[in-house]
T-cell receptor, first 114, second 112 residues
Framework: SQTIHQWPATLVQPVGSPLSLECTVE??????LYWYRQAAGRGLQLLFY??????ISSEVPQNLSASRPQDRQFILSSKKLLLSDSGFYLC?????????????FGEGSWLTVV | KQEVTQIPAALSVPEGENLVLNCSFT??????LQWFRQDPGKGLTSLLL?????REQTSGRLNASLDKSSGRSTLYIAASQPGDSATYLC???????????FGAGTRLTVKP
């Protein structure tokens, strides 16, 4: 069966420090991968998605970047965190756009920038 | 660009009551619509997925419907239980973008 792992679950980082959140998927190949951010009381905002290795699409201009160095690995990064980067970050995967497959989420990462 | 709205933002019901959660979307060119459950501080768990060619899906006490022409989907929960307390989110996937657009969710509280 497929599983998705996301870490760390919680982190507190000072303003200006770098960030790296990692996500890996097991039990499937060539998944579509996503990074979302969820603000309190608001829906999920898509940050990045990837349909293959090295292929990253950015939805909103921001202080963050994403990379997909391997088929089932998706990394969210920042060189210098801002206070506004605080939030709940969710990684997700699906089997492909036109397959109509369900999208599956990781457990999320709480980021607090202080 | 697809926009998804969920009303109400919060709902509180006594145990045993049947209830309906609403989801509306602006772009009827929807590929599928998915309902999720989110417990506090946790990731999302998929509940039901409705393809554009379908009108409803059922799983246990849950029934989700999709009306593309009116841009609406509903999640019906029968005989609610305290364990159903969570935030429920809907998300629509379009044909042109390889992503999903989420509503802000409805926070459900089922009182014993």
């Amino acid at each position: 069966s497929q599983t998705i792992h996301q870490w760390p679950a919680t982190l507190v980082q000072p303003v200006g420090s770098p960030l790296s959140l990692e996500c890996t998927v097991e039990g499937t190949s060539n998944p579509n991968l996503y990074w979302y951010r969820q603000a309190a009381g608001r829906g999920l905002q898509l940050l990045f998605y990837s349909v293959g290795i090295g292929q990253i699409s950015s939805e909103v201009p921001q202080n963050l970047s994403a990379s997909r160095p391997q088929d089932r690995q998706f990394i969210l990064s920042s060189k210098k965190l801002l206070l506004s980067d605080s939030g709940f970050y969710l990684c997700a995967w699906s089997g492909g756009h036109f397959s109509g497959n369900t999208i599956y989420f990781g457990e999320g990462s709480w980021l607090t920038v202080v | 660009k697809q926009e998804v709205t969920q009303i109400p933002a919060a709902l509180s019901v006594p145990e045993g009551e049947n209830l309906v959660l609403n989801c509306s979307f602006t772009d009827s060119a929807i590929y599928n619509l998915q309902w999720f459950r989110q417990d506090p501080g946790k990731g999302l768990t998929s509940l039901l997925l409705i393809q554009s060619s379908q009108r409803e899906q059922t799983s246990g006490r849950l029934n989700a419907s999709l009306d593309k022409s009116s841009g609406r989907s509903t999640l019906y929960i029968a005989a609610s239980q305290p364990g159903d307390s969570a935030t429920y989110l809907c998300a629509g996937r379009g044909y042109n973008n390889n992503d999903m657009r989420f509503g802000a969710g409805t926070r459900l509280t089922v009182k014993p």
